[in-house]
């Protein structure tokens, strides 16, 4: 399941395959006019079944031993409008997933049955976390929101003023989000109130990963650097990966990557001159 399990705590527990080898693969049948029908989720796995979301504005049961489609049940709107980024958690026989129609599903395991759907203000990309009977996801409107499981009912509702395209993670009765907005936000899962929030120098897409204690989340450091010349020697990496004390709520550690660390060390030239032909002059 997307991020291991319902809670979206990103630890994993299994072992990766060595020596990988093609099974079996399964195609939709896609539009041939705006090239519809690309798998955009992360597939869960559950009781033999395979399910996962694509931008024709399906999700798909395929069952996991030959591919053989089982069901599937379209989003309301029209593709490409409808994508389904959201990856489907699967809890007590329900599939819950968002969809770029800006709603949350509840969906029938065994025969892609709708159960129930939430309305937001915008799209749901986020993927929704499952605990405690409880739906926890978030949208594109800037909220986090909290879902009856059986009934879709609002429970309550987190503003960040923000999108929020980052998929939570619910563990110990706190629920671990990031938003457009440069913040990380643990919420108290039975009411949403704010227990504290990280501000990062930097845009958080990233989901986070909960473990012993620990938020495990990666950011992106913006860059003003010209597309022609090399970054300058005070250049910063664009990614980075911010390691958060749940205790303290503070920076504890960062672990930074990036692909221009070679190019570091070169020296910033001047820039080419225009190309007439190209420029238009």
């Keep these: ?8 705590s990103g630890a994993g527990t299994g072992s990766p395959a060595l020596t990988p080898k093609l099974l079996w693969k399964y195609t939709t049948g896609n539009d041939q006019i ?14 033999g079944v395979v399910y996962v979301g694509s931008d024709d504005g399906n999700v798909y049961a395929l069952n996991a031993t030959n591919r053989d489609k089982l069901w599937n049940y379209t989003t309301s709107g029209y593709a490409p409008y409808n994508t389904v980024y959201s990856s489907p958690a699967v809890v007590g026989g329900v599939v ?16 892609g049955a709708q159960l129930w759907n939430y309305t937001t203000g ?12 409880v739906v926890y996801i978030g949208s594109a409107d800037g909220n986090v929101y909290a879902l009856n499981a059986a009934s879709g009912a609002q429970l309550w509702n987190y503003s960040t003023g923000n999108a929020v395209y980052s998929s939570p993670a619910v563990v110990g009765g706190v629920v671990y989000i990031s938003a457009d907005n440069d913040h990380v936000y643990a919420l108290n899962s039975a009411n949403g109130a704010k ?12 989901s ?22 090399p970054p300058p020697p005070n250049y910063k990496p664009i990614l ?31 820039p080419p001159s225009p190309d007439p032909k190209k420029s238009g002059i």
Excluded: C, Q
């Design 96 to 111: 819950y997933v968002g969809s770029d129609d800006g709603n949350v599903y509840a969906i029938n395991a065994a025969n």
């Design 195 to 206: 227990l504290w929030d990280y501000t990062n120098a930097s845009e958080v897409f990233s």
């Design 240 to 270: 980075t990966l911010i390691i958060i004390s749940i205790a303290a709520a503070v920076i504890v550690a960062t672990l930074v990557a990036s692909r221009f660390r070679k190019r570091l060390k070169t020296k910033p030239t001047s």
């Design 208 to 229: 986070p990963a909960v473990v012993n204690g620990i938020v495990y989340i990666g950011s992106e450091v913006p860059t003003h650097v010209a597309l022609w010349a």
């Design 34 to 47: 705006f090239i519809l029908g690309v798998f955009t989720s992360s597939p869960a796995v559950v009781n």
């Design 122 to 133: 915008n799209a749901v990309d986020s993927s929704p976390a499952v605990v405690g009977g």
């Design 1 to 8: 399941m997307f991020r291991s399990d319902p809670s979206h």
